[in-house]
């Protein structure tokens, strides 16, 4: 009896242990020996499995406390684990996404954060294609720049307690200051500043790697190299010329229109001035004016008296109707093209070497009047143009200056008086 008794008793205890319960309902629920339990599924492959069809509404696990329904709640949807926070039954306040194919992402109402499975991180950004890529705004105290030289020194920029940009590479190699200035290799003590340093422009033709220097009201100085020699420029209020140049060979021009120096021709030479004080007697500072001859409307270009050499020809517009037509004629020949252009267009540049000479306008400048640039070539700048509207008295040239020609246009009774300094006259030969 005792032994029937006992053997009840381990009876009892190894049952559940040997055996699987089972209970159903709306869905089954089951364990098994392995002491795994499953709901919604005949079978387990955890210690907890739960299956079933869910959605943010309709979880498979959800966490609430007894006196609030806002908690979490966790669920598989189309292959991804939601993890998300919020209230019972509606679209989460944030929540972490576990996507099938290896990608996290982390969302809320004002943003996201991605990590794709290529490793790459998005902020803001649902498909980052480099390995941080922000769609807004990134603060940093210091951006370091990765060691790919392998020296153990990195490129690292950060602002300084002055609010200064600095960039570092072991030491401090350039800075940009809360007022805007730049300095390399030093604190900059006005717009460019550089230590123990020089500055390159460079060009791969003539003409290019020009250094432009500019004032306020359009003013502009600018440094314009060549293969045989280095130009400064002056540009503004409608003109450009040449205010000097330095050949290769060390030869310095200068024309500019001052009762100065105005040519050297060469280091070992005297200077020419304005007056003619100080120049080689042989020149003897004769001076012949050029000439032009003008053809009325439609008719063909004139030539040049006996004695005179052309220098070029020009129509005031397109040269196609009623467009007067003018020969500039001069004592000997000079190397000048006129370019004009047509009714309402701008200036033409000249084309390297050759470089404007004087530019000017057929009437005010304004409206249709056409506009021409003289173009040479071995000298630049030095002249300018006195344009005259309808009516009004012709332009005069300063004491200091002499005059290349005058024009007028008969049709409608326009007047150009262009003016040059003495050293540019002789750099075009036509002082003998």
């Known amino acids: 009896m005792k032994r029937s008794i006992i053997t009840g008793l381990i009876l009892l205890i190894l049952l559940p242990i040997a055996l699987a319960v089972r209970f159903t309902g709306q869905g089954p629920l089951e364990t098994n020996n392995a002491g795994q339990l499953s709901l919604g599924s005949s079978s387990s492959f955890?210690?907890?499995?739960?299956?079933?069809?869910?959605?943010?509404?309709?979880?498979?696990?959800?966490l609430e406390t007894p006196s609030s329904v806002t908690g979490g709640r966790f669920y598989v949807l189309d292959g991804t684990l939601f993890i998300e926070q919020g209230d019972r039954q509606v679209l989460p306040k944030s929540r972490i996404r576990l996507i099938d194919g290896g990608s996290i992402a982390i969302e809320n109402a004002n943003g996201n954060i991605i990590l794709n499975n290529a490793g790459k991180v998005g902020i803001n950004s649902d498909d980052p294609t480099v390995d941080l890529e922000v769609a807004?705004?990134?603060?940093?105290?210091?951006?370091?720049?990765?060691?790919?030289?392998?020296?153990?020194?990195?490129?690292a920029l950060e602002e300084n307690a002055a609010n200064d940009l600095t960039f570092t590479y072991g030491d401090e190699k350039l800075?940009?200051?809360?007022m805007g200035n730049v300095g390399i290799g030093t604190t900059p003590m006005d717009k460019?500043?550089?230590?123990?340093?020089?500055?390159?422009?460079?060009?791969?033709?003539?003409?290019?790697?020009?250094?432009?220097?500019?004032?306020?009201?359009?003013?502009?100085?600018?440094?314009?190299?060549?293969?045989?020699?280095?130009?400064?420029?002056?540009?503004?209020?409608?003109?450009?010329?040449?205010?000097?140049?330095v050949s290769n060979t060390g030869?310095?021009?200068?024309?500019?229109?001052?009762?100065?120096?105005?040519?050297?021709?060469s280091r070992d030479q005297p200077v020419c001035l304005e007056d003619g004080s100080g120049c080689p007697e042989e020149t003897g500072l004769k001076f012949d004016m050029c000439q032009v001859e003008t053809a009325g409307f439609n008719q063909p270009y004139k030539d040049c008296p006996e004695g005179l050499e052309k220098m070029t020809q020009y129509c005031s517009g397109d040269c196609n109707g009623d467009d007067a037509k003018a020969t500039i004629c001069c004592p000997k020949k000079v190397g000048c093209k006129a370019v004009p252009t047509e009714d309402w267009a701008g200036f033409i540049r000249c084309t390297p070497p050759a470089t404007v000479l004087f530019q000017y306008c057929?009437?005010?400048?304004?409206?249709?009047?056409?506009?021409v640039s003289f173009c040479c070539k071995g000298v630049g700048g030095g002249c300018r143009a006195l344009p005259t509207n309808t009516g009004q008295t012709k332009g005069a040239c300063e004491a200091h200056e002499l005059q290349l020609f005058n024009y007028t246009n008969g049709g409608r009774d326009t007047h150009v008086t262009v003016c040059c300094s003495a050293s540019t006259l002789l750099n075009l030969g036509l002082y003998k």
């Open 46 to 62: 955890g210690l907890l499995q739960l299956t079933g069809t869910t959605s943010h509404s309709s979880p498979h696990i959800l």
């Open 175 to 178: 800075r940009i200051t809360s």
């Open 192 to 245: 460019l500043h550089i230590k123990d340093g020089s500055i390159i422009a460079e060009g791969t033709t003539a003409g290019q790697g020009r250094i432009v220097m500019k004032l306020e009201g359009g003013l502009q100085w600018e440094w314009y190299p060549l293969t045989d020699r280095l130009q400064l420029f002056t540009r503004g209020n409608g003109s450009e010329f040449e205010a000097l140049h």
């Open 362 to 371: 057929s009437g005010t400048c304004s409206g249709k009047d056409a506009r």
């Open 136 to 155: 807004g705004i990134a603060m940093v105290d210091v951006l370091q720049l990765f060691d790919t030289g392998g020296n153990q020194i990195v490129w």
């Open 251 to 265: 030869e310095l021009n200068v024309a500019l229109h001052l009762n100065v120096a105005q040519n050297i021709t």
